[in-house]
């Protein structure tokens, strides 16, 4: 089957404006009268329940955090794209569409994502009238600095807090359509069940996290905005709450599941320390517009402290490979040429996992600026370049130095790639609505803006682009065609999930094995990252599919959940998310094995260019091969009850603006 994306006709720059206009619209009146589900109340749930509340939506809004202000959008440090040409480089909405579509390896919807482009004005229009705090140059105007994937500066930032001041803004919306009373919160409140009546989606079923009671709410929309699936990997960049139990649950129920197997690897984390870690530490991407990546160019240079390796003796691999973009590569390329550079033995730290990101140059350049001209001593430029790199990036310094006990000021940063954010999610047409009509997903748990790798700063231009300027419009269509408050949760549908919902529990209360939640997932993860992470083979995603029935099976005859069901119960919350984990990592490998590609952050490693077609001039070796003529689509997987039988849908990506080229940053 053929899936239809819905996408407006017209010229690629013209689609949303089009849309926009021949969209059915529902009066203010009316609008009073349709009660909308929004789970998540992250940058995109807050942004879309606040809107849809200020049209005249009635909003139920549900989170699993006991507020809203502690959704996982609030970890998102380095900053926000969009296309407004303050620095007079040559920045353009054809530009960011461009850069977005290749960086993510022509493998997203054109439409998406030249909309996304359109929009990223607004939104910074929009937090700046919110009161966002983003950083501003002596003059008083915002402040621009550059980003992965870009050869231009487009990413507006607050420091290194970006995330958490959009979040307060969006937050602060929130709040004044909570005071207002048009919209319901629910914190501490998990979404377990998705109800689907004569196959549109009506409500949902919830648990409440401190007292265990299972309610159910209907409602004529739902809108899932619960982020990605990045902790399948146990080790990862996400909150250790974060799962994909929301959207696992709706692809059980009909919901298509697109591209599962595109996840970012981030290239600028704290590595590694012990295997008594439970998550990893991002550090933003923003350090690598002034840190420089290097490795010692000899292994046994490895165990030296990093002053005493001359600079004729290091290796700055990435203005080395790339040198157009040099250390600001995208985060796949970047993420590899790490990995590359420690396979070979050349890393540095513990277990040589890690490779330096160096601020001495970027310390002295801005200390002589600061001079001024001034001959100063040297102790007294550091100083003043120091203080230059504080208020760029201080309290990323301070993270750093909290975590690793070492100054980022005094000796390079220690850095190596690991899992951060999810690409793939449920299928949603140009609307941002399933294949189950009245469920609409946005943010990181939809599929649609990305392909197969994120460029930095561009996860929350979509959460915002989605909940402030898409959903609004998208979502009138639908509605029109609904008779408001026509399904109750009298229906039968409900009382069925939430009874679905009871029986799942008390099963994985009675089994009462041996094996806690965490050593379950610990042993997921590593399967994962070693068998569907930052490289891939035919014959390693094929151990994985063994292993994980076999896993599974365990799980569910050999977990320990102590307590009830009946009051606060974090093992048993983290039970039922890793249940889902642990099919989901079935339909990731999956979808993975069937990609016979590499493209983005899918590294395939049978699908790689080599020596002779660099030679050739057909792409440069070590990089990902794609296969345009095979894999130009969007793979969409459907539940059949069976993970191992799920039927494959096919939307064909068709490019009108950005041709098909092999993706070169040289």
Known sequence: MMLDAKIPAGPLAQKWTRHKQESKLINPANKRKFTVLVVGSGLAGASAAAT?????????????????????????????????NYQNDGDSVHRLFYDTIKGGDFRAREANVYRLAEVSSAIIDQCVAQGVPLAREYGGLLANRSFGGSQVSRTFYARGQTGQQLLLGAYSALSKEIARGNVQMFPRTEMLELVVVEGHAKGIVVRDMVSGEVTVHAADAVLLATGGYGNVFYLSTNAKGCNTTAIWRAHKKGALFANPCYTQIHPTCIPVSGDYQSKLTLMSESLRNDGRVWVPKKKEDCGKHPSEIPEDARDYYLERKYPSYGNLAPRDISSRSAKEACDEGRGVGPGGLGV????ADAIERYGKDRAGGRELPQAELQRLGKEVVAEKYGNLFEMYEQITGESGYERPMRIYPAVHYTMGGLWVDYNLMSNLP????LGEANFSDHGANRLGASALMQGLADGYFVIPTTIAPYLATQKPGSVTTGHGAFREAAEAVNVRTKKMLDIRGKRSVDSFHRELGLLMWDECGMARSDEGLRRALARLPELREEFWNNVTVPGSGTDVNQELEKAGRLADFLEFGELMCIDALHREESCGGHFRVEHQYTKDDEAKKLGQAGEARRNDEAFTYVAAWE?????????????????????????SYV
Do not use: M
């Open 438 to 441: 009245g469920l609409f997903v």
């Open 356 to 359: 330096y990101l160096d601020f």
């Open 52 to 84: 849809l509340s200020e049209l005249g939506y009635k909003v139920k809004c549900f989170c699993y955090q006991d507020s809203a202000r502690r959704a996982h959008s609030i970890a998102a440090q380095g900053g926000i794209n969009a296309a407004k």
């Open 639 to 663: 539940y059949t009850g069976d993970i191992a039988r799920s039927i494959l849908h096919k939307e064909p990506l068709q490019f009108e603006e950005a041709h098909l080229a092999v993706r």
